[in-house]
């Protein structure tokens, strides 16, 4: 295979899957604020950007 088209094709997929994954969170937030209570949607608030800070590809670093 082509290495420019396996490169397009990733960059393709990796965008796909970050603005999936904003989407999802944008779908999610009225079900965060109706459903939990203040409490529960403030632990949900400090778990979410934890889980975030792990990069799909594994080379992201938190310092």
Do not use: C, Q
């Not at 965060?32 to 792990?54: A, Q």
Request: cysteine-free.
């Amino acid at each position: 295979m082509n290495p420019y088209r396996k490169l397009i094709m990733n960059a393709a997929l990796f965008g796909v899957s970050a603005f999936g994954a904003r989407f999802l969170n944008f779908l999610l937030t009225p079900f965060y604020t109706r459903v939990l209570s203040s409490t529960e949607y403030g632990i949900t608030d400090l778990i979410i950007p934890g889980r975030k800070s792990h990069h799909p590809t594994g080379l992201h670093w938190n310092r």
